[in-house]
């Protein structure tokens, strides 16, 4: 798929916990440096993005397969799944690199709200932001509970 | 819902992040810290159950309300969803406790698959486990996906 | 030691790194929490105190015991060693509550720089902020590399 | 000095506090990363070394600059500033890569102790790892404590 956006996230060993895998919640910090690293290379203005508002309305993953602290960085896949008037879903696939191995570690979903941050209150879609965002728009994430739909 | 188990949850300092508020990944880690006293509290061999080998294999996370970094810790809800074979949901609300407040921060959704941690493979549930998870069985998480359906 | 404020710092179950052990670098964010407790119960103003800008400018610790994850807090004893004319120095010790144990896993101290967060320059003590201090000046903190002075 | 090694660490996102700026707690992160990429270079064995067991004793760091999230790495030189017995002392200087700027965000240092992780008990440093070490030997950590002896 052309839409989707392949990050590279560096791994920390501190991200492992006491069973010595990636922690669970870890995960969820790597779809959030996906994230960052998604919007520098989706919108010209970059991490201002972040400022004009953006808010984590919802999160859904599933964890596929344990992952273990390494040199290298997981790949993670980044599009859109849905565009809204005030919100739009993300989908992720954290991966190998294909490079690296094979290994789908994870698929998730992100709802992001957009927020006016100074006065707290919900904004709608700007144009350009719309066209951005169409750009990348592509399947639904893969989750177990839409494949159950 | 006399299921429900509460659990207080101390905030840190360090759970806020640039915007000023508990960050989205944190949230997910104060479900964590949720869950591990709820183990102690629902099973007599607390901890060990972990040991046994319980996975994290899915979060669904609603955000209702943004949270402030406070001395106040935050109670958080957990019952169980649902029971079944290999595997069980847990049902979370984090919000004020009663004597602070009245928010609700956030609805979440945690399905745990039962593992054996020492060979690697999935295990089925163990008689006692399910008697003891009944009695926390209560109603689906309030999710705006699950109503929805 | 009059002058020692003991505050109870609760540990998170990931505060434990692939070791099993408490992760030396959550030992410094203990102390952070330890500092937040403290500038609420040292000064009227509480956590406005960070606003007026308070800015870590060096820390030192060592560490002296293994720390395991456990439902019971960790104790840490904070008290003032030095005030200079815009910063201070705080001491810590890091220990079992004395319901528990008698078990001192990390002794450590904090430079403090005042700082003026709003236009980033460095600021003098307050006259109070002195008074309220010196209610709290102790010992030295008894680190390994103090003694061999 | 050609003692030192220069490890490229990756910032993320949520290493900015509440403040804006990257965390004190977080530098002292950043050192462990630098350590794991150290071992990785320094010893054929990599991270097994670490398995053999060496474990914190010691941080002192001195915060010279704020540092605020970026998607450029800084750079950490990571060098040996004491050879001992059962323990050696790793250098610091967390700073810009020399492509990217010029600032310097941290001087540190930290003792290693050499444990047996199995039974818990120190252990003499061996042969191999004392020649490894030495070609790694550098000057004293520029910290300010002790430029003042």
Known sequence: MSQVTEVLVPLRWSDMDAYGHVNNVQFVRLL??????MLVDWFPEGLEQLDRGIVVARHEIDYLAPLNY???????????????????????????????????YAVAETTLALFNLRDGVPRRMAA??????????GDPAPLRSRRSL
């Open 32 to 37: 959030e440096d996906a994230r960052v690293a």
């Open 70 to 104: 390494r040199p290298q960085p997981v790949a993670v896949d980044v599009w859109v799944t849905r565009i809204g008037g005030a919100s739009y879903d993300i989908g992720y696939v954290i991966r190998d690199p294909q490079s690296f191995g094979s290994t789908r």
């Open 128 to 137: 350009e932001e719309r066209t951005q965002l169409q750009r990348h728009l």
